[in-house]
């Protein structure tokens, strides 16, 4: 029986190799990983769970395990995706996007990122727009233009 664990601060694909790495070294089998979330091959045992929440914790990540922090995580993870690794350049709608993947009202979703994270959804996606152009002109990958 497969399980989904869901894993805080996983932003980019050498996340993704590091987990999959700790998962390796414990011995953990996998079905697959993506940014915030593992499937599972079966369920884990207590000891385990410990053993892989220690190991993720040396790496800079940490186990989620209630639900309104999963809900939070996953936000974040779309934001992230949506902004730093589309090639989308269409206007996007997060409040469609956001209540369409997680299957919940955007005024809860938006309340409850509020409440937790102490700046609003909106801010954070902001936020994350400012980080994602800083890399641009570091990296030097777009004229101003372009950027614009």
């Not at 697959?32 to 914790?57: F, M, P, R, Y």
């Not at 801010?123 to 990958?141: A, F, H, M, S, T």
Request: aromatic share 6%; with cysteine.
């Amino acid at each position: 029986m497969n399980e989904i664990i869901h894993i805080k601060n996983m932003v980019c694909p050498r996340c993704i190799s590091a987990v999959s790495n700790t998962l390796e070294l414990l011995e953990i089998p996998y079905v697959s990983i993506k940014l915030g979330e593992v499937k599972l091959l079966s369920t884990l045992n207590a000891k385990t769970k410990n053993n892989l929440s220690k190991a993720l914790q040396n790496s800079g990540f940490s186990l989620i395990d209630d639900r309104k922090s999963q809900l939070i995580e996953q936000m974040k993870t779309l934001v992230v995706e949506k902004i730093h690794h589309s090639n989308d350049e269409t206007d996007l709608k997060w409040a469609d996007i956001i209540s369409g993947e997680l299957n919940l009202d955007y005024k809860y979703l938006s309340s409850l990122f509020s409440s937790v994270e102490s700046i609003t959804f909106e801010q954070y996606i902001i936020n994350q727009k400012i980080e994602r152009v800083k890399e641009l002109i570091v990296y030097d990958e777009l004229t101003l233009s372009e950027i614009a």
